[in-house]
């Protein structure tokens, strides 16, 4: 009997657990759908140059570290291959990164599509807000076939 009241209250807590992460993580979306989804538009339009200088101005000093200068230039040119950024067909915001940014320092991710001068490409990125600017932590660009 002792074990079945046992299981109810971890039950009762894992629930509890989850509601409010899921409202905690709406309150996040709803909050960064102001700064951080208009800061991804910025940052995409701004980096399809696909200019070095421009690049690591929104770079995380993070990412800037994991990158060696011969993955940048290699990442530069095949990115350079769809052109510039154009709009934002469809953006998703991360409930999950935005759970396990409880620990730690807030990271923001979306992930969707956008399009480009070569058409749709597929996005993932990571956003970590400093000194009220958005710096890019993590980027993945794939071309839609």
Known sequence: MM?????RI???FLLTAVLML???T???KDYYSKSAEPAVTQILTEI????KNIFLLHLASEAKQTLTD??????LKLYGEFGR???IKEINFSRTVSAFSLAGEKRINYSGVANFDVGEISFNITLIERGGYYLVYNLTLAKLT
Request: charged share 25%; glycine share 4%.
């Open 48 to 51: 399809s140059s696909w200019r």
């Open 22 to 24: 899921y409202f905690y």
């Open 26 to 28: 709406d309150r996040e």
């Open 70 to 75: 011969e993955q940048l230039e290699g990442l």
């Open 85 to 87: 950024f154009r709009s």
């Open 3 to 7: 074990q079945v009241q046992t299981l």
């Open 10 to 12: 971890v039950i009762a």
